[in-house]
């Protein structure tokens, strides 16, 4: 009879260390699974924040009572910025079209920006009180309403400011760089080829030539007086017009009142209480998401600096 044969150390090796393997991987396919379900637990904790954050669950019932609708104006007026025309159009149309409206306010807090963004809001401002002749719009100054800005709020019914908000700037500038004198110095030859004389127009890297100076001058004027034109159409009998008003100068609050830039002083809560007579604010203004952003400044254009329509000289003013 054979005796027993004594155990394979190497086969018993070989299982072990199979069987770690094995209960390793269905470990890790449990941690897998554990972060897994983490991981759709926190993705649905976010969306449901986002939700909550982004729907006004309580905006119907809201609506259905007498109340001021807010509309806010903030920063540069430019078509890449949230103060476009396209999302303050949007606002004040939403605004106007709801029956429950008592009357708008438009905040506004700019140094100005795009002489064509403020003129379309200015002209769409004009329209909705035209077709909506019960409703009222009182532009409310904060800390600035300057150029552009001011463009906007003289196609108000009203305009209140606080006695030291910065009022007015209606002028126009067009502003660049020239490099020529640095090029000569460092060597450096301008190649410019264009098909039409005037193609070159303004080219900071080329001399500036005295004929373009001049049209770009005959530029600004006109649209200096597009300006002018909007302010006294808006303002009527209530400006008192001086040597300086269209000079691009600013004024405070207290003294844009004195000179009928500005009606009177007041602020968002009491215009709303005291002047529209409903307390009840709701915030109209349209904003856009941050794909959105990024998608508008990443299509603007390289150059769009060169031109910043209208005077922003003061937007470095604060009181801190």
């Known amino acids: 009879m054979d005796s027993p044969q004594p155990p394979n150390n190497d086969s018993a090796w070989e299982r072990k260390t199979l069987e770690k393997l094995v209960f390793a991987a269905l470990d890790e396919q449990r941690a897998r699974r554990r972060w897994g379900i983490a991981f759709k637990a926190l993705g649905f904790i976010y969306l449901l924040v986002v939700l909550i954050a982004v729907v006004d669950w309580g905006a119907g019932a809201e609506h259905q009572e007498r109340h001021t609708a807010l509309v806010t104006l903030s920063g540069v007026i430019e078509a890449k910025g949230e103060s476009n025309a396209e999302n303050l159009v949007a606002a004040l149309n939403s605004a106007f079209e709801e029956k429950n409206v008592a009357g708008i306010i438009l905040r506004i807090n700019s140094p100005g920006g795009s002489p064509v963004q403020a003129g379309i809001i200015n002209d769409e401002i004009r329209r909705l009180r035209g077709k909506h002749p019960d409703k009222l719009v009182y532009a409310v100054v904060e800390d600035m309403c300057a150029s552009g800005g001011y463009y906007v709020a003289a196609a108000a019914d009203s305009i209140y400011v606080n006695k030291a908000s910065i009022v007015g700037s209606i002028g126009v500038l067009m502003d660049g760089f020239g490099f020529t004198g640095t090029m000569d110095k460092v060597g450096i030859e301008r190649r410019l080829l264009t098909a039409g004389e005037n193609k070159g127009f303004l080219d900071p890297f080329s001399p500036q030539a005295s004929q373009h100076k001049a049209h770009a001058q005959t530029l600004l004027n006109d649209i200096h007086q597009q300006f002018i034109d909007v302010v006294k159409a808006g303002r009527g009998k209530r400006l008192k017009e001086t040597p300086e008003m269209f000079s691009g100068l600013m004024w405070t609050g207290a003294q844009s009142v004195k000179l009928g830039l500005a009606d009177d002083f007041g602020s968002v809560e009491s215009v709303a209480r005291d002047v529209i007579k409903a307390e009840k604010v709701l915030d109209y203004s349209v904003k856009d998401n941050i794909a959105e952003r990024f998608a ?23 009181l801190r």
Request: aromatic share 18%.
């Open 296 to 318: 508008k400044r990443l299509g603007a254009s390289t150059f769009a600096g060169f031109w910043k329509g209208f005077s922003e000289s003061a937007a470095g003013v604060s």
